[in-house]
C-alpha cells in the first residue's frame, strides 16, 4: 500500500484568493453606489501604465535634439555627447565643450596641456663611504 498516492494530485489556487477579493470589492462598490470611485480607480491605473510610455517617447524626443555626434578636433575620433555639456575625448584626454554643430576645444587651438609634476631633491651632496 503505497501512503503518497495523496501527495501526487495537488491544485494550486494561490493567486485566484487575491483575484476574488479584487473582483469582490469591486462589485460591492458597485452595488452600493460607490461606481465613482472604482471609475477613479481605473483611471489612475490607466496613468501608472500610460506613465512610463510617455516617459520614454519624452525621452527620445529630447535625446533627439540635444545628443550631438561628431569628431574631436584633435584626434578625429567619433564621440557622442550633450548638447552644452563639457566632456573629455576618451581618445586623446582633450577637454572639449559640446556644441550643436559639433565639438570644440575648451582652450585655444595650438595650447598644447601639460602635467607639471614637482620633484624635491635633497641639497646635501651624498659621500661615497670609503672617504
Given at each position: ?13 494561490s ?8 473582483i469582490?470589492v ?5 452595488a ?9 480607480l ?18 527620445r524626443?529630447w535625446?533627439r ?14 564621440m ?29 587651438a595650438?595650447?598644447?596641456?601639460v ?16 672617504d
Open positions: 500500500m503505497n501512503q503518497n498516492n495523496f501527495n501526487q494530485v495537488r491544485v494550486n489556487f493567486g485566484l484568493g487575491c483575484w476574488l477579493t479584487l469582490g469591486v462589485w460591492l462598490l458597485g452600493v453606489g460607490l461606481g465613482w470611485l472604482v471609475k477613479s481605473a483611471v489612475l491605473v490607466v496613468l501608472l501604465l500610460a506613465a512610463p510610455v510617455l516617459g520614454f517617447i519624452g525621452l524626443f535625446l535634439r540635444n545628443l550631438v555626434q561628431g569628431p574631436c578636433p584633435v584626434c578625429s575620433t567619433t557622442t555627447g550633450i548638447k552644452g555639456a563639457d566632456t573629455r575625448c576618451l581618445n586623446c584626454g582633450t577637454p572639449l565643450h559640446t556644441e550643436i554643430d559639433g565639438f570644440s576645444r575648451v582652450t585655444e595650438g595650447t598644447i596641456d602635467n607639471a609634476v614637482d620633484i624635491t631633491v635633497d641639497s646635501k651632496p651624498v659621500l661615497p663611504e670609503g
